[in-house]
C-alpha cells in the first residue's frame, strides 16, 4: 500500500519504521522521544516550511517499492 502525505505519522511509522530514516534525510524529523509526530505527514512537513510534500511522497513511495 502505497504512503500518501494525509496518512498519520503513527500509522506511518508502523506500517514502514524504515521510512523514519527516509523523512529525516529529507527534513523531516517525524519521531522525538520515541514517539512519532501526532497528526499527518502533510502536517508535519508544512510546519517544516516544506511544501514540496507531494514530491517527498512520491520519492518515497519508490524508494519503498525498490526496497522491497
Given at each position: 500500500m502505497p504512503i500518501?502525505?494525509?496518512?498519520?505519522?503513527?500509522?506511518?511509522?508502523?506500517?514502514h519504521p524504515e521510512i523514519a530514516g527516509a523523512l529525516a534525510e529529507r527534513g523531516?524529523?517525524?519521531?522525538?522521544?520515541?514517539?512519532p509526530?501526532?497528526?499527518?505527514?502533510?502536517?508535519?512537513?508544512?510546519?517544516?516550511?516544506l511544501h514540496q510534500i507531494d514530491q517527498i511522497v512520491a520519492?518515497?513511495?519508490?524508494?519503498l517499492q525498490l526496497g522491497s
Open positions: 500518501t502525505a494525509d496518512m498519520t505519522v503513527e500509522d506511518l511509522v508502523a506500517a523531516i524529523i517525524c519521531i522525538r522521544c520515541g514517539e509526530f501526532w497528526g499527518t505527514l502533510r502536517n508535519l512537513a508544512e510546519q517544516k516550511g520519492d518515497i513511495n519508490k524508494q
